[in-house]
């Protein structure tokens, strides 16, 4: 079945940077398009970035457009998000989803605060 593990959260001060990583398993991960969402407290999750298989389109939702980086290694089965110039608005808890299928990780928590 769809396994996905995210990593790479953590404490950061505003304006600093930290990069997500999602190892997936289960499925022929090349195929499929990958999407970050978040959810913070009190909050519905919602959509972050996608990127396309193959040809690698990205899309984002307007807040993290031109700070937030989406980018997939197929030959490792992993999907990145690179997160510059954060906010205490970014602090959420973040998880990845194949675009398709209904599974999700346990996701990682980022903490944006001084």
């Known amino acids: 079945q769809v396994q996905l593990v995210e990593s790479g959260g953590g404490l950061v001060q505003p304006g600093g940077s930290l990069r997500l990583s999602c190892a997936a398993s289960g499925f022929t991960f090349r195929r499929y398009a990958m999407s970050w969402y978040r959810q913070a407290p009190g909050k519905e999750r919602e959509l972050v970035a996608t990127i396309t298989s193959p040809g690698g389109s990205t899309n984002y939702v307007d807040s993290v457009e031109g700070r937030f980086t989406i980018s997939r290694d197929n030959a490792k089965n992993t999907v990145y998000l690179q997160m510059n110039s954060l906010k205490p608005e970014d602090t959420a808890v973040y998880y990845c989803?194949?675009?398709?299928?209904?599974?999700w990780g346990q996701g990682t928590q980022v903490t944006v605060s001084s």
């Open positions: 989803k194949a675009v398709g299928f209904a599974g």
